[in-house]
């Protein structure tokens, strides 16, 4: 293929464009095929044209994730550094799956098969072969790459724009999203050849030559993708829907500071739709969103650890024994205080998220928890909470601040946010139906949804301890992000969640999007951005077990290994041309 500057360019301004339109807000989905087309053409050509073409590709990367991560701005100024960070680094993924996939259509794969197919390596149907195979391992590899490092993100993923279309997203539930995504890179790539062949100004059958291949790809491609969507959207399901569950949506901005009038306006907005699921009468579970519970609840353990910044008003140190009585009625009266209003004010089973502090003889570990309180809970269990495993950088921890305070404890002062610490395992809580029937809940915070690893190990842990969670469901809080499409984008890893694993996914999100998604990734219902209401949902447990699942964990590492072998050494004697 021959590539000009100026086509090249012209290719990657139809990749960032395309791709933005085909995601949520927009949501013209279609555009995703020749938004994956235009950046899989630059791997045909022996030489990439002009002068530092991965530059080129980098900053085309930078544009599209500058405007996908936007959202990001919006909870402190400080965050517009943090902004232009985030964008500079996902840009760096297209560069990235571009030299991989170079590396292996024009080197690693001609040298290895060499020894055996000769000269037959340079044949229209070996190099489309190779052609695809290169770009889908290394899309695939990019998209687990992005998921893992710092921390992960995977939002914006190409398997995002068919959020409301499940049966182009069926397959997750073998390779996950990564899988889904790269498969939509295949049949791109074989659109882009199919282009290519039809352009070509050559003869009748070398068109037909470069054609042939792809187009057969392409034509049993989709009847795989779509073939399988359709089984698995069909299979019935033995089990019947059970129980009642109210999702809570309040429509109170988040801020920073936990200002008084927040927490007034927090608790008027909550209180009301407390109400009415009173009043409902029937309701099974409530569920708050993340942190909108605005006490925090404290557990402390005997000779529980002392801060030195906590003084009297003479500044001496307080008296241990003062401190350990202290604490121990702060933390009687805060663990009451979340009793007393699940019990008295909701008057059901409540699932709800909130800041713990746990007092423990050597440290104060702090927490985004969720809590389930049921109606005979007569005392809090500390090891009974689940604790956010992902932390957010520079959302809820500062990265090397917690390692800096080792040797310089008040490091953080100046910080507009206070480092919290990670769990270190899966929950899954149980609660009751009025039938008499237990459901299990596996549960997740925030922008934990967002990572299929995560929420794979959150599957697999309980069913390795003997219990199979029935649903998952998922405490946000997505008031920090006014009515910017970060909402949609989350929804949507919801809905692959669901895929993935087989499990109803429910989100209760402060702000929008609070939704039920069935195991199919079906939205059932959801309610709007901005405002106040309860959703009612009920849970259809799945019996299907997944292949991700299962060996989801395992199977990443395989498009990882064809990365690496793309570009480690040269162990294969050069191809003769």
């Not at 809970?377 to 520079?394: R, S």
């Not at 390692?403 to 404890?409: A, D, R, V």
């Not at 139906?433 to 299990?440: D, F, I, P, S």
């Not at 998604?517 to 447990?541: C, H, W």
Request: glycine letters at 8%; aromatic letters at 14%; hydrophobic letters at 45%.
């Amino acid at each position: 293929m021959f590539l000009t500057s100026h086509f090249f360019t012209f290719l990657l301004v139809l990749h960032v464009l395309c791709y933005a339109l085909a995601l949520p807000l927009v949501g013209w989905k279609w555009l995703i095929f020749p938004a994956l087309a235009a950046v899989v053409l630059p791997v045909l050509p022996r030489r990439l044209p002009g002068k530092h073409p991965y530059a080129k590709l980098w900053l085309a990367g930078f544009c599209f994730w500058f405007y996908v991560t936007h959202f990001v701005r919006f909870p402190h100024w400080i965050n517009y550094g943090l902004w232009v960070a985030l964008g500079a680094y996902l840009g760096v993924y297209l560069p990235l799956f571009v030299g991989c996939a170079r590396r292996l259509y024009h080197r690693r794969l001609p040298r290895i098969f060499y020894p055996v197919l000769g000269r037959r390596v340079f044949s229209p149907v070996f190099r489309t072969l190779a052609f695809l195979f290169s770009v889908t391992m290394s899309w695939a590899a990019c998209d687990v790459l992005r998921g893992w490092v710092l921390s992960g993100f995977m939002m914006g993923s190409a398997s995002d724009v068919f959020w409301r279309d499940p049966i182009w997203l069926q397959t997750a539930d073998l390779f996950g999203q990564w899988g889904v995504s790269s498969f939509l890179a295949f049949l791109s790539a074989c659109m882009g050849l199919i282009f290519c062949g039809v352009m070509l100004r050559s003869t009748r059958k070398m068109n037909v030559e470069l054609v042939k291949t792809p187009f057969i790809c392409l034509i049993f491609g989709l009847m795989f993708l779509l073939g399988y969507g359709d089984w698995r959207l069909h299979q019935a399901n033995p089990n019947e829907q059970c129980g009642t569950i109210a999702l809570l949506q309040g429509d109170v901005p988040a801020d920073l500071e936990n200002t008084p009038e927040l927490i007034e306006k927090t608790e008027a907005a909550y209180l009301k739709l407390v109400e009415e699921v009173r009043t409902r009468g029937d309701v099974d579970l409530a569920v708050y969103p993340e942190c909108i519970f605005r006490s925090s609840v404290y557990f402390a353990e005997p000779n529980a650890f002392q801060p030195s910044k906590i003084r009297n008003e003479d500044g001496t140190p307080v008296d241990s024994e003062v401190y350990q009585s202290w604490l121990s009625r702060a933390s009687r009266q805060s663990q009451e205080e979340l009793l007393n209003f699940a019990h008295y004010g909701v008057g059901t089973q409540f699932l709800t998220g909130c800041s713990t502090f746990y007092y423990r003889p050597e440290r104060v570990e702090v927490y985004n928890s969720a809590i389930l309180v049921r109606p005979e809970t007569e005392k809090l269990d500390p090891a009974a909470a689940y604790h956010k495993m992902i932390l957010v950088p520079f959302g809820e921890y500062v990265p090397l601040i917690p390692t800096l305070q080792k040797w310089f404890p008040n490091i953080d002062a100046g910080l507009p946010i206070g480092s919290q610490d990670a769990g270190k395992k899966p929950v899954c809580v149980t609660f009751r139906t009025k039938e008499g029937r237990e459901l299990h809940a596996s549960l997740s915070i925030c922008y934990e949804s967002a990572l299929s690893r995560l929420t794979r190990r959150q599957i697999a842990g309980p069913r390795k301890d003997g219990v199979e969670p029935d649903c998952i469901i998922n405490l946000t809080n997505n008031g920090w992000f006014r009515y910017s499409h970060e909402m949609r984008m989350h929804e949507a890893c919801g809905v692959l969640r669901a895929i993935e694993n087989r499990k109803p996914f429910l989100t209760a999100a402060n702000w929008g999007i609070t939704a039920s998604i069935n195991a199919n990734g079906r939205i059932l219902g959801e309610v709007p951005a901005g405002k106040s209401q309860v959703l009612y949902t009920s849970v259809q447990p799945d019996p299907r077990r997944t292949v991700f699942t299962a060996w989801g964990g395992v199977l990443l590492w395989i498009p990882l290994a064809v990365m690496a072998f793309a570009f480690s050494p040269g162990v294969f004697s050069r191809a003769k041309s």
